[in-house]
């Protein structure tokens, strides 16, 4: 009978919490090199994202008021950490509600996951880290792209 309710107590706990850290895997967080590494290929990223004519009319309110690009630097940091294992929390909207009206193409989230990759590799992110990252990011398109 004790087992029965560790293991229904045990379950209940993962199901509360992230996969990767339930596993206690924070390898990805870890290979990438942990926060300082994040935020640094968040304020990357977020320059190739405002300096790309092929999306930047997207963001235009969010880089010309520096509070709010702060945040929304430190949402991308706290979801990117949180994706791979590490000790943050993302406490941001859901994809579908932080991007709902507006009117994102399939382009353009290519286009923006071109500029992260280009982040990526400017900080020699290894191959399969690339990877596990954008295999986490992509299957969000379908919350964001609305068209
Ligand atoms: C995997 C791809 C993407 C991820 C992980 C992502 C992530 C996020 C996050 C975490 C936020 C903040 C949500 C909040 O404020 O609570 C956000 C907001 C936003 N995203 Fe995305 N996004 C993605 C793709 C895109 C694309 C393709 C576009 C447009 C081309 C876009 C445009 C925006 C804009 C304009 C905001 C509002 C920023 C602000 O608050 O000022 N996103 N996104």
Redesign the pocket.
């Known amino acids: 009978m004790r087992k029965y309710t560790l293991l229904a107590l045990a379950t209940g706990l993962l199901a509360l919490t992230p996969l990767s850290q339930a596993a206690g895997n924070d390898a990805l967080y870890k290979s990438l090199g942990g926060k300082k590494a994040i935020v640094a290929v968040v304020d990357d990223f977020v320059g190739r994202v405002a300096a790309d004519n092929r ?1 930047n009319s ?2 235009k ?2 880089a010309s008021n520096p509070k ?1 690009l702060a945040k ?1 630097k430190r ?2 940091v706290d ?1 990117i950490c949180e994706a791979a294992g590490g000790p943050c929390k993302y406490t ?2 859901d ?1 579908k509600t ?2 709902a009206g ?1 009117g ?1 193409a399939s382009g ?2 290519d286009a ?2 071109q500029d992260l990759v280009a982040a990526l590799d400017k900080f020699s992110v290894k191959d399969g880290d690339k990877q596990a990252l954008l295999g986490v ?1 992509g299957p ?1 398109k379908k919350d ?1 792209v609305e068209k």
Do not use: E, S
């Open positions: 999306i997207f963001f309110a969010t709010r929304f949402n991308l979801q941001g909207k994809m932080a991007h507006m994102i353009d989230f923006l996951v990011l969000m964001i």
